[in-house]
T-cell receptor
């Protein structure tokens, strides 16, 4: 089954404790992105990647890091989480191929930073 | 930079009736995609419908259709024969085919409630 997976689905942590949210897709997609969703703001892009070893900042990259060492994986790293990073996070992927230019989303990760 | 605006924070409709959700956007790109995503209480993001800007014909998917007005930069979603399962948050989104390809810009969302 074609899908985007994220782990963990729920995470409660404390300020300053480094964490990683994993994202994996099995569709051989070149493009992958991370978004955060906050009430009243919709979803905002944090980082995106066009292919292995190619990443770029989105609209809200401060406090986050990413890496793309393999095509299928795109982890999101919070090296020193703060309470304002409490949010719902989505990973997404897509392939640039005309009629299939659509982003497919993972199930989301609910992060709470105390 | 692109912006997407959904001016209706909440909408409600009776089961079996029709409802229209509004979306406007701003961009300097000439070639792009527009999407409507549905987010039910499970929080999963589900693609409802997709429109390519170069296509004049409005997209339709079963009970869902759009009214795409390129000159007015308007992209509304019409849901016909509303069902209880349509209750969800709906997001309008934009993706350019140029330098902003791969980046979805979302509106703030509209909460739709379908009443029995």
């Amino acid at each position: 089954e074609a899908q985007v997976t994220q782990n963990p689905r729920y995470l409660i942590t404390v300020t300053g404790k480094k964490l990683t949210v994993t994202c994996s897709q099995n569709m051989n997609h070149e493009y992958m992105s991370w978004y955060r969703q906050d009430p009243g703001l919709g979803l905002r892009q944090i980082y995106y990647s066009m292919n292995v070893e190619v990443t770029d900042k989105g609209d809200v990259p401060e406090g986050y890091k990413v890496s793309r060492k393999e095509k299928r994986n795109f982890p999101l790293i919070l090296e020193s989480p703060s309470p304002n990073q409490t949010s719902l996070y989505f990973c997404a992927s897509n392939v640039q191929r005309g009629s299939t230019d659509t982003q497919y989303f993972g199930p989301g990760t609910r992060l709470t930073v105390l | 930079a692109q912006t997407v605006t959904q001016s209706q924070p909440e909408m409600s409709v009776q089961e079996a009736e029709t409802v229209t959700l509004s979306c406007t956007y701003d961009t300097s790109e000439s070639n792009y995609y527009l999407f409507w995503y549905k987010q039910p209480p499970s929080r999963q993001m589900i693609l409802v419908i997709r429109q390519e800007a170069y296509k004049q014909q409005n997209a339709t998917e079963n009970r869902f259709s759009v009214n795409f007005q390129k000159a007015a930069k308007s992209f509304s979603l019409k849901i016909s024969d509303s069902q209880l399962g349509d209750t969800a948050m709906y997001f309008c989104a934009f993706m350019g085919r140029g330098t902003s390809y791969g980046k979805l810009t979302f509106g703030q969302g509209t909460i739709l409630t379908v009443h029995p």
